[in-house]
């Protein structure tokens, strides 16, 4: 059965980081797509960073880009997601999810998805 299982999330101050974690098990992370999606409260789910299977392609939302960095270590079949300067509007559970094609904004198209993590930005 395929699993994916985040971690990494908390409660963090504004500019502070996070390195969140997904971690497969079940299967070979190698050859999957992985993006990361969030939800906040009374919002519909987006899309915020995804990479392809080789790392050749990284994708990032507009309103991470140049905060967030994702990354894979198929040696240790995980994914991770560095958040750097939080804000507030970044509260909202996590998820990662994979799919054997290639990466994709619409949720759709990820077969797996973990249970979320919650990432909570507040003073």
């Known amino acids: 059965q395929l699993q994916l299982v985040e971690s990494g999330g908390g409660l963090v101050q504004p500019g502070g980081s996070l390195r969140l974690s997904c971690a497969a098990s079940?299967?070979?992370?190698?050859?999957?797509?992985i993006g990361w999606f969030r939800q906040a409260p009374g919002k519909e789910r987006e899309g915020v960073s995804c990479i392809t299977s080789s790392s050749g392609g990284i994708h990032y939302a507009d309103s991470v880009k140049g905060r967030f960095t994702i990354s894979r270590d198929n040696a240790k079949n995980a994914v991770y997601l560095q958040m750097n300067s939080l804000k507030p509007e970044d509260t909202a559970v996590y998820y990662c999810?994979?799919?054997?094609?290639?990466?994709?904004?619409?949720?759709?198209?990820?077969?797996?998805w973990g249970q979320g993590t919650q990432v909570t930005v507040s003073s």
């Open positions: 079940g299967f070979t992370l190698d050859y999957y797509a």
């Open positions: 999810a994979a799919t054997i094609r290639s990466c994709s904004w619409y949720g759709g198209a990820f077969s797996s």
